[in-house]
């Protein structure tokens, strides 16, 4: 993925909300695809982070057409740890690129197959033996260890 915005110039460095914003707008292109490959994983994080409510899986694709920028704001939010976009808006104005923790923007930095672990203590368990560093993904986590 790239999430570079075209708003920027190449040489303007882009704040660590501008990132989860770009991510936000390729998520939210994503959960509207007619592709089931690209809008269910999407749309299965917005119900699992309580972003949209009260439908099932099926009947959110059918309806996908409801989904907002907001709720997919919201959804990674939730995914790092906050209770609102508002809150991890705030936040992210005293962060850089490196401390952004949400695994869609560190994905695009790993260039190779990634450890995945049940929880993420057991993650944890491998960093002395693997290195990198551990991302939870849902309930699950994900060793990003950086390329020999």
């Known amino acids: 993925?790239?999430?570079?915005?075209?708003?920027?110039?190449?040489?303007?460095?882009?704040?660590?909300?501008?990132?989860?914003?770009?991510?936000?707008?390729?998520?939210?292109?994503?959960?509207?695809?007619?592709?089931?490959?690209?809008?269910?994983?999407?749309?299965?994080?917005?119900?699992?982070?309580?972003?949209?409510?009260?439908?099932?899986?099926?009947?959110?694709f059918r309806q996908r057409a409801i989904v907002q920028r907001k709720h997919v704001l919201l959804m990674l939010a939730v995914e790092s740890g906050f209770r609102s976009w508002e809150q991890y808006s705030r936040a992210l104005t005293s962060m850089d690129e490196a401390q952004l923790t949400h695994f869609d923007l560190l994905r695009s930095k790993a260039g190779h197959l990634n450890p995945w672990f049940s929880s993420r203590a057991e993650a944890e368990a491998q960093v002395p033996v693997l290195g990198g560093r551990v991302v939870e993904v849902g309930g699950q986590a994900v060793l990003l260890v950086e390329e020999a």
């Open 1 to 60: 993925m790239h999430f570079a915005s075209p708003n920027h110039s190449p040489a303007a460095r882009l704040t660590a909300a501008d990132l989860v914003r770009s991510l936000a707008r390729t998520l939210h292109r994503a959960a509207a695809s007619e592709s089931l490959a690209n809008s269910l994983p999407v749309l299965r994080r917005l119900l699992t982070t309580r972003a949209l409510r009260g439908l099932s899986l099926p009947e959110l």
